[in-house]
């Protein structure tokens, strides 16, 4: 069976594993929270302006004139329960 790799382009586990043909198990690296948490702070931000725009855009609170970004996003806030008429 042809390997997408050669062997020298492998990890030094995944190397090791199929050198030995056993199977070995090969270690998953670890990511902290602290490398994790601008990610994490990223995706909450978009969320929180995707909600925004779904569900409160073009009322009582909205940034934008016009009836533009209640148009594009109306089926969407259906679709999850936001009501708009």
């Given at each position: 069976m042809a390997h997408a790799f050669p062997p020298a382009q492998l990890p030094a586990t995944a190397?090791?594993?199929?050198?030995?043909?056993?199977?070995?198990?090969?270690?998953?690296?670890?990511?902290?929270?602290?490398e994790l948490a601008p990610f994490l702070l990223l995706a909450l931000v978009l969320g929180a302006?995707?909600?925004?725009?779904?569900?409160?855009?073009?009322?009582?609170?909205?940034l934008?004139?016009?009836h533009v970004v209640h148009e594009?996003?109306?089926?969407?806030?259906?679709?999850?329960?936001?009501p708009c008429h």
């Amino acid at each position: 069976m042809a390997h997408a790799f050669p062997p020298a382009q492998l990890p030094a586990t995944a190397a090791a594993a199929r050198a030995d043909g056993a199977g070995a198990p090969v270690a998953l690296p670890t990511v902290s929270l602290r490398e994790l948490a601008p990610f994490l702070l990223l995706a909450l931000v978009l969320g929180a302006l995707a909600v925004y725009f779904v569900g409160a855009e073009q009322g009582a609170t909205s940034l934008l004139g016009g009836h533009v970004v209640h148009e594009f996003v109306h089926d969407g806030r259906h679709l999850i329960g936001f009501p708009c008429h």
